[in-house]
């Protein structure tokens, strides 16, 4: 089975600190994303990784960045945490190439910034 | 761009009973894919179902089946005999190649409470 995990379920952070949310999957797999949801607005994609090192933006980057030194690992970087980046974080990954693409998804870390 | 829309915030069915969770899609490019999640109070994403654009005919997995009417850009859930456990929220999303990733956007989502 594809296992994909956070590091932290949850998460409470002061205004203007430097967060790290993790994620590391088990199943080799190229792509890997990190999407916000919040009540209302469904998931919303903040960047996505389809190789090491390679990263691109998704529909809402601000404020956010990433990094990807390993292929099981793709971290997210709140470079200075504000209050509307309170939300749930959740983790994906998925193969690429043929077959239905599907995502895989981690427990998700609900982020609370003061 | 590419825009999911699913109309329905919450819906009730009782229990042993189908029910139909609405998903609308617009999108240019011709091949696509639309996939079903669905999220317990426990909060992770389960995959239900995936329909390609040039499948011919509607996906189905156990008791869940996807209603794809092209022409009409809709990509409808139907479950079957529901159950006390699929009270839940239910995202329907499409797929879109960037790069070598399958980029997905998500709907805001239907929560399913079933009723005795």
């Known amino acids: 089975d594809v296992k994909v995990t956070q590091s932290s379920r949850y998460l409470v952070k002061r205004t203007g600190e430097k967060v790290f949310l993790e994620c590391v999957q088990d199943m080799d797999h190229e792509n890997m994303f990190w999407y916000r949801q919040d009540p209302g607005l469904g998931l919303r994609l903040i960047y996505f990784?389809?190789?090491?090192?390679?990263?691109e933006k998704g529909d809402i980057p601000e404020g956010y960045s990433v990094s990807r030194e390993k292929k099981e690992r793709f971290s997210l970087i709140l470079e200075s945490a504000s209050t509307n980046q309170t939300s749930m974080y959740l983790c994906a990954s998925s193969l690429s190439g043929g077959g239905n693409y599907e995502q895989y998804f981690g427990p998700g870390t609900r982020l609370t910034v003061t | 761009a590419q825009k999911i829309t699913q109309t329905q915030p919450g819906m009730f069915v009782q229990e042993k009973e189908a029910v139909t969770l609405d998903c609308t899609y617009d999108t240019s490019d011709p091949s696509y894919g639309l996939f079903w999640y669905k999220q317990p109070s426990s909060g992770e994403m389960i995959f239900l179902i995936y329909?390609?654009?040039?499948?011919?005919q509607n996906a189905t997995e156990g008791r869940y089946s996807l209603n794809f009417q092209k022409a009409r850009k809709s990509a409808n859930l139907v479950i079957s005999a529901s159950q006390l456990g699929d009270s839940a929220m239910y995202f329907c999303a499409m797929r879109e190649r960037v790069r070598t990733a399958s980029k997905l956007t998500f709907g805001t989502g239907t929560r399913l409470q079933v009723t005795l």
């Open positions: 990784s389809y190789d090491v090192k390679m990263k």
């Open positions: 329909q390609g654009s040039y499948d011919q």
